[in-house]
């Protein structure tokens, strides 16, 4: 088959590899036929996540077809099934709460130890995100061994499109979540950071979920315009300073949560950015954490702080000062995904949301590296790219 | 009891009875205070002449499905590195796997020595020119988290530690790998699999 597979850090290649096949008694094969590149993807790309090698595919959002299947798979062949990220068991402990990206049971023993000398304990596996989550193939490729098929993939009916269910796959569940995690209470004040696909899904989800205010921060003006169709108010940090904003807008109080949807590529000019920068790109293990000390200096008193964006590391001069005397709540982690895709899916059905508006652009998966390039260097037009293998 | 005479005595029974190792700790008048007294291999590198390790993982199941799992399941065993396994149908031998056999350099007769149902199972080599191995498995309620399962396992060297890898390193992967083999065994139990991210059964 062709898969989409990391050959070093900035570079991309298709190439063949061989088909997957069953090899657990729950799993699954599937044929992809749609494919998307996540910001996620682009901290790989960048080499600022570790234990990807080269060769492996990439690739965790997508859905497809029901190819084959194991003895204790309950899919069908032919099936239209869309794949959560994040892989998990279904009846650990942590699953039986449905922290799915928590599953005790879905990484691999071999790939287990890294992940526990750098956070503590192992992580859940998770298609095509590095060895740090299992090394497990990914979904830019044609085929795609699944795991667990029984509880994890979410069969869709067949006549909606790709387009409107793909994003079930991830952003859509973990904008979603990122607003559960800020507690919207009626009528409050969120400021999100990043309109990229997360940061729009977030802005969507929080009125959703019956904000009365969105503040949308990026520096990309086609991402801001985007955010202010979905009814956003947007600030561009290029042009504005953001405490002083958000303090201005919010009659002196400050929003009632803050979330954090860049993650830990921030971009901007500061001091501290760029001092987080140099330290990052010589391989020192930190984050760029400018948006998340931002957002804890701007969140009101006995706020709280959702960071659905990616850290993988260490932040300095995390303003710890700043969450304890204000007594913010912090709420984190990568999305439980399958927690959210039957109520999604729902709403997706009813025409309440229609996730497809996202996507500005198309590619054959053999451009895959085009694709790469483009959506980080060309934000501004570039805010998702579909893959059809 | 001094190391020397407790090691002559058989750690076994020590290991057997899990309040050994507490009233080894509890007999030290100004020891630290820990309320995981030689529970954890880290506390108690080395007890005399062995090096003592282990490793512990919750499981959802009951004490009877992971007993039947480590004894039954002939899925489990190839996929062992260190932790013995029952032999055939004979009850109380136990085979080292292909790891803990290479590790040492003499053969290994492994033989259970206490068994208290639901709760531990001990275990221990026996024979003249035999390499010295002692060890348990032992079960504990953890409530919503399931039964917490432990595994501490005694090896004494020179037989174990080979020319190739210090006594630390020894130790290191003994307890690594027993990590490895307790979490196969609460994947299997809970997950009825084994996690891969082989894209073929053939793959290496
Ligand atoms: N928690 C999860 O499970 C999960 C899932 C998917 C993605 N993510 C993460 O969410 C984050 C966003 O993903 P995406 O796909 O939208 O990525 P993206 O790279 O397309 O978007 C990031 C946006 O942040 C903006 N930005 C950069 N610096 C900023 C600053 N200083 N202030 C405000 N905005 C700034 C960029 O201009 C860009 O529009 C990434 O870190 C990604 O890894 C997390
Ligand atoms: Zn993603
Ligand atoms: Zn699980």
């Given at each position: 088959m062709r898969a989409a597979t990391f050959q070093g850090k900035g570079t991309i290649d298709v190439r063949h590899m061989p088909d997957p096949k069953i090899v657990n008694p729950r799993d699954a094969i599937i044929e992809v036929?749609?494919?998307?590149?996540?910001?996620?993807?682009?901290?790989?790309?960048?080499?600022?996540?570790?234990?990807?090698?080269?060769?492996?595919?990439?690739?965790?959002?997508?859905?497809?077809?029901?190819?084959?299947?194991?003895?204790?798979?309950?899919?069908?062949?032919?099936?239209?099934?869309?794949?959560?990220?994040?892989?998990?068991?279904?009846?650990?402990?942590?699953?039986?709460?449905?922290?799915?990206?928590?599953?005790?049971?879905?990484?691999?023993?071999e790939e287990q130890e890294v992940a526990e000398k750098a956070f503590g304990y192992p992580l859940a596996g998770m298609?095509?995100?590095?060895?740090?989550?299992?090394?497990?193939?990914?979904?830019?490729?044609?085929?795609?061994r699944i795991p667990y098929s029984d509880v994890l993939p979410l069969v869709v009916p067949d006549d909606i499109p790709d387009d409107r269910l793909l994003?079930?796959?991830?952003?859509?569940?973990?904008?979603?979540?990122?607003?559960?995690?800020?507690?919207?209470?009626?009528?409050?004040?969120?400021?999100?950071?990043?309109?990229g696909p997360v940061g729009l899904f977030t802005?969507?989800?929080?009125?959703?979920?019956?904000?009365?205010?969105?503040?949308?921060?990026?520096?990309?003006?086609?991402?801001?315009?985007?955010?202010?169709?979905?009814?956003?108010?947007?600030?561009?940090?290029?042009?504005?300073?953001?405490?002083?904003?958000?303090?201005?807008?919010?009659g002196g109080v400050g929003p009632d949560a803050v979330i954090d949807a860049v993650g830990m590529e921030a971009h901007g000019f500061s001091i501290d950015n760029i001092a987080d920068k140099i330290k990052q790109t010589v391989g020192m293990g930190q984050d760029r954490a400018h948006v998340l000390r931002q957002a804890i200096m701007a969140c009101r008193k006995g706020g709280r702080v959702s960071v659905p964006g990616v850290y993988g590391g260490k932040a300095d001069l995390f303003p710890l000062g700043a969450m304890m005397q204000k007594g913010l709540q912090l709420r984190t982690g990568q999305t439980h995904v399958r927690r959210y895709t039957d109520?999604?899916?729902?709403?997706?059905?009813?025409?309440?949301?229609?996730?497809?508006?996202?996507?500005?652009?198309?590619?054959?998966?053999?451009?895959?590296?085009?694709?790469?390039?483009?959506?980080?260097?060309?934000?501004?037009?570039?805010?998702?790219?579909?893959?059809?293998? | 009891m001094n190391l020397a005479n407790w090691a002559r005595y058989g750690l076994a029974a020590t290991l057997a009875t899990a309040a050994g190792g507490v009233l080894f700790y509890k007999r030290q008048?100004?020891?630290?205070?820990?309320?995981?007294?030689?529970?954890?291999?880290?506390?108690?590198?080395?007890?005399?002449?062995?090096?003592?390790?282990?490793?512990?993982?919750?499981?959802?199941?009951?004490?009877?499905?992971?007993?039947?799992?480590?004894?039954?399941?002939?899925?489990?065993?190839?996929?062992?590195?260190?932790?013995?396994?029952?032999?055939?149908?004979?009850?109380?031998?136990?085979?080292?796997?292909?790891e803990l056999r290479a590790m040492?350099?003499?053969?290994?007769?492994?033989?259970?020595?206490?068994?208290?149902?639901?709760?531990?199972?001990?275990?221990?080599?026996?024979?003249?020119?035999?390499?010295d191995m002692h060890g348990r498995l032992r079960l504990s309620d953890n409530g919503s988290k399931g039964i917490a399962v432990e595994?501490?396992?005694?090896?004494?060297?020179?037989?174990?530690?080979?020319?190739?890898?210090?006594?630390?390193?020894?130790?290191?992967?003994?307890?690594?790998?027993?990590?490895?083999?307790?979490?196969?065994m609460k994947m299997l139990i809970e997950a009825g699999e084994i996690a891969t991210a082989k894209m073929r059964p053939d793959a290496a």
């Open positions: 036929t749609s494919t998307a590149i996540c910001g996620s993807d682009l901290h790989l790309y960048d080499g600022v996540i570790p234990g990807v090698e080269k060769d492996d595919i990439l690739g965790h959002e997508f859905m497809g077809r029901v190819l084959d299947v194991g003895r204790d798979s309950t899919l069908t062949i032919g099936q239209r099934v869309v794949v959560p990220f994040t892989i998990f068991c279904g009846h650990c402990f942590q699953c039986s709460e449905q922290r799915y990206s928590a599953c005790d049971n879905s990484c691999p023993v298609f095509g995100y590095s060895h740090l989550t299992g090394g497990y193939a990914g979904g830019q490729a044609e085929y795609v994003f079930l796959s991830d952003i859509l569940p973990t904008g979603w979540m990122a607003a559960l995690n800020a507690e919207i209470e009626p009528g409050d004040t969120i400021a999100v950071w990043g309109c802005i969507l989800s929080a009125f959703q979920q019956k904000a009365g205010r969105v503040i949308a921060i990026d520096g990309v003006p086609g991402r801001l315009a985007m955010a202010e169709s979905l009814g956003a108010e947007p600030v561009n940090f290029h042009e504005t300073d953001i405490l002083d904003a958000l303090k201005q807008m919010t109520e999604l899916l729902d709403m997706i059905e009813r025409d309440v949301i229609d996730p497809s508006f996202l996507i500005s652009h198309r590619l054959p998966l053999d451009d895959a590296a085009k694709g790469y390039r483009n959506f980080r260097d060309h934000q501004d037009e570039w805010i998702k790219v579909v893959m059809q293998p | 008048p100004h020891a630290n205070r820990d309320a995981a007294p030689a529970r954890s291999a880290r506390h108690v590198r080395r007890f005399g002449d062995y090096r003592v390790t282990g490793a512990t993982v919750s499981i959802r199941a009951t004490a009877d499905q992971i007993i039947d799992c480590w004894q039954n399941d002939a899925t489990l065993w190839p996929q062992l590195e260190y932790l013995p396994f029952p032999e055939g149908n004979q009850d109380d031998l136990l085979l080292p796997p292909a040492a350099s003499v053969p290994m007769r492994i033989r259970i020595v206490t068994r208290r149902e639901g709760e531990l199972i001990a275990w221990r080599s026996e024979g003249e020119g035999q390499a595994v501490i396992m005694a090896v004494r060297p020179p037989h174990f530690a080979s020319a190739l890898k210090t006594e630390a390193m020894m130790a290191e992967a003994l307890e690594l790998g027993l990590l490895r083999d307790l979490r196969r």
